[in-house]
Each structure stands twice: as structure tokens, then as C-alpha cells.
């Protein structure tokens, strides 16, 4: 039997492992990927509740995610590709512009 | 038509507005007619008010009109209003009459100068402003006016501004000005404490009642009034500003440091002639104060060679007889010289404008001579504005001063001594103007004897308008024959109260006969003419003995020509701890203390963010870290609370 506490650690496990990606990672696609695999986390949890306690708006919040998700990654790739060609790297820590 | 009495001042703050405003494309042309046009609107409908003031009965003609409550708080309410009655309906006829005069007049004197639009727009706001003194029905509105009054002055004094006097000049009129302002505003207070309100009807109507007859408090309101007026008015001891006003052009001279603005004072005093009434110290020191600086500077004009400046301490001069008049209960008196001398001291002023036009702008007189062939209308006019002010029967100024002397003379014998010395000198000193202009050797450069030329009708016109009313104007003011004063039956009324406190008090002196005043009238003019002769004895007759004069006494010339070293007495005195304070102020308080506290905040704050700037790393896992250590910081304390 899957109960609620399985999907919730998976999500916990799936959310920390994003998290530690976003922290650790220098690579901005590789960021970009765990922010997706972080947003992805909540959703599950989302679901989870949803269907736990027998009510629609998690299900709804979970489509509005997504599509925030999907612009997300529109404008963070193009972020990237417009970095790229003006630096030659999406390395991080190379960007580090906006500080005095 | 007395309902439209706001139109007075209205029409100047248009023309001010046009051209101000939109003047930028009018040619010079429009531009002065609009100027003249605006005041001369004012002077049409003044003179028809002043007709149909004159078809009420005389115990009635005092119209007030309320036009707007301005500020409306708690105890304080005071309304733009207006107050018709014989004083502000001559003050304002004066005003828009010479005033428009004046304007005709600088459209062909100022003609080709650089800001001429300024100029007019200047003049119009001053005539406003003026207007707005003399007609007000407060005295915060009455203010409002002094110091727009005052404000057009500094603008018109410094209208050279690129030059250096021409800029100080302003200034000191301004700062000097303040001072009585100071005065004449402590002044207003007083009176706001003592009976809640700024309205004359009102003040005045209860202020038997409510003060006692040469009581401190009514003598401390009048002494800080005419501490007002002593600013404005150019009296010992702020009169420093009046000469050095000459800077400005000409026509200013004319309209403001002569005809109008500076009889203000005069003007204050005698609207409050029932609280000075009241005060009969202040009564003295106005009429002291008056009698002293009418020959304090009639001392200094005799020593003078700028024609300007011989204009300018005879208006001090002048001035200072009216406040003897106001001084000694004279009031009507007082307003009548102030009419007469309008007339003839802008035409003075004018006829001098006319001669510097000509001198290619020479003001020494000690360069001039001989003119009168060169220069016929402007030597004619100068010499009847001349025979005016000294006081020759029958020229304006021989009946108003003639009537201040007499009154004096009822006082005190002092008052009248004062006024006939000075009297005596001031006909020297005018004549002895005008036989250093236009008699005499000629004594003109060589260069510019070839470019001397008569004035252009638009300023030769102003000039014999001004000459004829020089000539006739006194005569609304004939004296000895019964009922015949028809200028003093007409503004009497408004000093019946003030006149009834005075001759409540005094013993009824009785009035004297018709003889005494033959008599006095013979002396006056006899003065005039003894003025007149010394001054034809050395400057025509013997052109050597001025000179001679002076050696006799080195000493005393050297202290009257330069002035009695009154303003470098002042400099000493006040002006120079002032701005040694004030650069103390500077160097030690403002740059240390206060800059050093705006630094010393910038420094700290600077500081702090340069610990603060390490926290900026610029790299989006540091930020994200610290998100994620707040996050289980919230958590766990909400969690494990």
C-alpha cells in the first residue's frame, strides 16, 4: 500500500536533490534543470494532497506550475543562450556582474 | 461705479501678465502702450469713482467693498477688500495719474535699452502692487502691498544688473526696507492682539474704547508703524537706501523713489491718524524725526554735483515735511504736500532724465551749463518744477508748504525753525541745480556738446503735463479764504476723529487771524527767493565763491559732501558685525557643525555598507543558500515551537 508519507518523502528527496543542484551546480542549463526537478517535487506533493484529501485545487495549482515552469525555462534558456554568446561561457561563476 | 474699485489694481496686473507672459514677440511700441494703456485704464476709472464719491454727502463718502474672504481661521478673518473714501481715492488718482505719466514717458527714454519688456512688466507689477497699498481696507492686505511695493523697488533699482552698484544698490534698498518692515509687521501684531482684527473701519472706530489716550500700548503701535514707515519713507535712520536708489533708470527714480512708493509711510501714518492721535509721544517723534531729516538732508543735497542725487535728498527732504506735518496733527496737510510734491518731483526726476538723455548719459553737474538754448522744453519744465518745490507763490508747492509751516508754527516754534531753514536751503539747492544745468558757462565736453539734443515729444509732453499740474495743482488747496480749501473740506472727514482726540486733549489753541498767516506766507516766499539769490549770487553772479565758501570751511564741507559719513558709520556699526558674524557663522557653525553632521551621517552609512557589500557575492548559490538557511530557520521554529 502507497500512502501519503511515500509520496511526501519522494517529494522531500526530489526537492533537496534540486536544491542541492541549484547550490552546487555551475552549469546554468544543469541549474535550470534541477529548478524544473525542484518545481516538479512540489507538484507531486501537490497531487498527493490533492488526491489525499479528495479536492480539485491541488490538481489546478499543479497545471498553473506548469505553465509558469514552462515560461521559466523559455526565458532562463534564452537567458542562457544570450549569456553565452556574449561571454562564451554559462559557467555561474564567471557572471557575476551585479556586484560592486 | 464705486463697485468697481477692484478694477483699479486689476488693469497694472494684466498689462504685468501680457507683458510678462506673452511680451516676448511685441515690438517696443506695443509694449509701452500696453503698460501705459493699463495704468491709464486705472487713472479713467479712479477719477470717475472720485466723482461719484464726490455726489455723496461729505460725513458718508467711505465705501468699503469686500471682495473675497483671503484667510479665513478661527479668530482671524481677513477678506480682499477694498476702502473708498477721500485719502485712497487721492493716494490712487496720484498713483495712476503720474504713474501713467511716468509710463509715456519711459517709452521714449527707455527706448532701444536691452529688457525693455522687463521694464514695463516691472512697472505695471509696481503700479499693481501700489494700488493695492492705498486701497486696501486691512492692513494685511495694506501689507501685501508694502512689500510688493518693495520687492519692485529691489527689481527696478537693480534693473542694470550687470552692473555692480546698480545690484547693490538694490540690495541695500531691500535689506534696508526690511528692517522697517520688521517694525511695521510688529506693529500689525500688536494691533491683531490688541483688537482681533486687521480692518481699518474697525480698529479704528474702537480704538478709543479700547486703548487709553497716551497709553504705552497705543504709543508702542505707533512708534513700530512708523518704524514702517521710517523704512519705506526714507527717514532718519534708514533714509541710507533713497540715494544710492538712483541707480536705477531714470523714470523709476521718478515714479517710485519719489512720486509714489516712498510716501507709502506717509501715507500709513496718515491712515492711522487716529492711533497716532492717540499717542501723542509718537506724535512728537514723528513730527522730530520729520523736521530733522528735512534738513539733515537738505544739508546734504546743497553739496551734491549729481543732479540725481540733489533730487534724491530733496525728496528725503520733502518727505520728511510731510511726516512733520502728520507729526504735528497736520494730516490733510500732511497728504496735500504729498500730492503737490508727486507732481512736481516726478517732473523734476523727468526734466533731470531729459538732461542725462541729452549729456549722453553725464549726471555731474559740474559738466553741464548753459543747456537751456540746447535743451528749451526740459529747462523750462525743470525750472517750473524748481519754483514748485521751493516754494514760489503761485506753484503747487508754495500753498502745501506754506500750510505745514503754519501748522508747525501752532505747535512749536522749533517745528517751524526746522522747516524754514530747510526750506531756505532747499530753494538754494534747486536753484542752485539749475543754474549749474542750464546757466552759466557751458562746461559740457567737447565730444558731447555735438550730440546734445532736445527730447523726443514722448518725453517732452509727460514733462509740460507734469510742469502745468506743478502750476495749478496747489491750488485746490488756497488757504485764508473761508470754505475755499476745497482739497482739505474734501479729505477732512477722514481725520475729523483723529482731530477730535487731538483737540480734546490740547487747550483750544484760537485760531489766528487772517493777518498772521499774510504775514507767514510773505515769510515762505520770502525764504523761497533769499534761497534763490544766494544760489544766483554763486553761481551766476560769482561762480568763484563756492569755491571760496569751502575754503572758508574745509571741515564742514568735507563732513556734508560726503555725507556725514552716515554710511560708512552704519557699515562700521551694523553691516560689517553682520557679515563678520555671518562669515563666522559660515566657517565655523555651518562647515563644521552642520556640514559636519550631513558628512558624518554619510560616513557612517558608508561605512556600514562597505561591511554589508561583502554579503554581495554575486553568485546565485550564495543568495539561494541563504533563502534555504532562513527557510529552515522559519520551519524549525515553527515546527519545534
Known sequence: MVTLEHYLVLSALLFSLGMVG?????NLIVILMSLELMLNAVN????????YLGSIEGQIFVLFVMVVAAAEVAVGLAIAVAVFRQRGTINVNDISLLKW | MIELVWLIPIFPLIGFLINGLLGRRFSEKTIGW???????????????????????APGSRSVQKIMYSWIWSGDLNVPIGFLVDPLSVIMIMVVSGVGCIIHIYSIGYMHGEIGFRRYFSYLNLFVFNMLILVSANNFLLMFVGWEGVGLCSYLLIGYYYEKKSASDAGKKAFVVNRIGDFGFLLGMFLIFTVFGTFSYVDVFSVAPEKLTQGGVLVTLITLLLFVGATGKSAQIPLYTWLPDAMEGPTPVSALIHAATMVTAGVYMVARCSVLFAMAPTSMTVVAVIGGATALFAATIGMTQFDIKRVLAYSTISQLGYMFMACGVGAFASGIFHLMTHAFFKALLFMAAGSVMHAMSGELDMRKMGDLRKKLPYTHWTYLFGTLAIAGIFPFAG???????????????????ILGAVAAIMTSFYMFRSVFMTFYGKSRVEHDVAHHLHESPPLMTVPLMILAFLSLVGGLVGIPIIQGGH???????????????IIDHGAHHAEHPSVAVEVILMAISVGIAIFGLLVARFMYITSPESPDRVIERMPGLHKLVYNKYWIDEL??????NSIVEFSRLLWKKFDETVIDGAVNGVATVVQAFGSVLRLLQTGFVKDYALSILVGAIVVISYLVLR
Request: without cysteine; charged residues 15%.
Open chain 2, 486 to 500: 476745497v482739497f482739505g473740506d474734501f479729505i477732512g472727514p477722514v481725520f475729523a476723529p483723529a482731530k477730535a
Open chain 2, 570 to 575: 552704519y557699515d562700521l556699526l551694523f553691516v
Open chain 2, 34 to 56: 500696453i503698460g501705459a494703456g493699463a495704468v491709464g485704464a486705472s487713472f479713467v476709472v479712479a477719477v470717475s469713482i472720485f466723482f461719484e464719491l464726490l455726489k455723496l
Open chain 2, 398 to 416: 508754495f500753498f502745501s508748504k506754506d500750510e505745514i509751516l503754519f501748522y508747525s508754527l501752532q505747535k512749536h516754534l522749533g517745528f517751524w
Open chain 1, 44 to 51: 507531486l506533493s501537490f497531487v498527493a494532497f490533492s488526491r
Open chain 1, 22 to 26: 541549484v547550490m552546487f551546480r555551475r
